[in-house]
């Protein structure tokens, strides 16, 4: 069975410093990846997505991120952060044949400093 | 075009009670995931249901909960004989179709339940 891991559970970086969050997946195949974020008393909302083709994808809010298959690993960055992306970020991904069932990781949550 | 509501956003059960959980699905979709988000831990997928069919429980615990989609009218989830490890916040989310690529995924803001 797939997994995602998502190993920093709190991060802080100030206003204008670049971001990465780290995701690794446990999966046999190559997997559908995406990135969520979740605002205080909100749904998630879809950053970005990879099936295939170009590793590099462009996400909204200026994210993006990379699949590496070597590594197992679907890093999101941004270059500049703002003090309105603070907020719970997850990391989650979708096997083919899955329809919908998504797996996703335990989430981090950035902290950002003005 | 509204999102997909869920309500009540919080719903506060004692041990023994029964709690539903309501969710209705984007105009226009006719697919509706449930995923549980227990304390520090990542969503997790419980069911997924078609109009007055359920397509995959796999996710589901097999006693006290139960899931239904009816032709009219909200999805509701609905957990009997809550218990304090139920407490956690419930998401649903919708697509218009079943979606190859997940691409149609959307998400409401949730159920926090609290069991007493």
């Known amino acids: 069975a797939q997994s995602v891991t998502q190993p920093d559970i709190h991060i802080t970086v100030s206003e204008g410093a670049s971001l990465e969050l780290r995701c690794n997946y446990s999966?046999?195949?190559?997997?559908?990846l995406f990135w969520y974020v979740q605002s205080p008393g909100q749904g998630l909302q879809l950053l970005l997505k990879y099936f295939s083709g170009d590793t590099l994808v462009q996400g909204i809010k200026g994210f993006e991120a990379e699949f590496k298959r070597s590594q197992s690993s679907f890093n999101l960055r941004k270059p500049s952060v703002h003090w309105s992306d603070a907020a719970e970020y997850f990391c989650?991904?979708?096997?083919?044949?899955?329809?919908?069932?998504?797996?996703f990781g335990t989430g981090t949550q950035l902290k950002v400093e003005l | 075009n509204a999102g997909v509501m869920q309500n009540p956003r919080h719903l506060v059960r004692r041990r023994g009670q029964e709690a539903r959980l309501r969710c209705s699905p984007m105009k226009g979709h006719s697919h509706v995931y449930w995923y549980r988000q227990l304390p520090e831990e990542g969503l997790k997928f419980m069911v997924y249901l078609q109009k007055e069919n359920i397509i995959d429980e796999s996710g589901m615990p097999k006693e006290r909960f139960s899931a239904e989609f009816p032709k009219e009218g909200p999805s509701i989830l609905r957990i009997q004989q809550v218990v304090r490890g139920d407490s956690a916040a419930y998401f649903c989310a919708s697509s218009p179709d079943r979606g190859r690529r997940n691409e149609k995924l959307f998400f409401g803001s949730g159920t926090q339940l609290s069991v007493l």
């Open positions: 989650a991904v979708g096997v083919t044949g899955g329809g919908n069932k998504l797996t």
């Open positions: 999966y046999g195949a190559t997997p559908y």
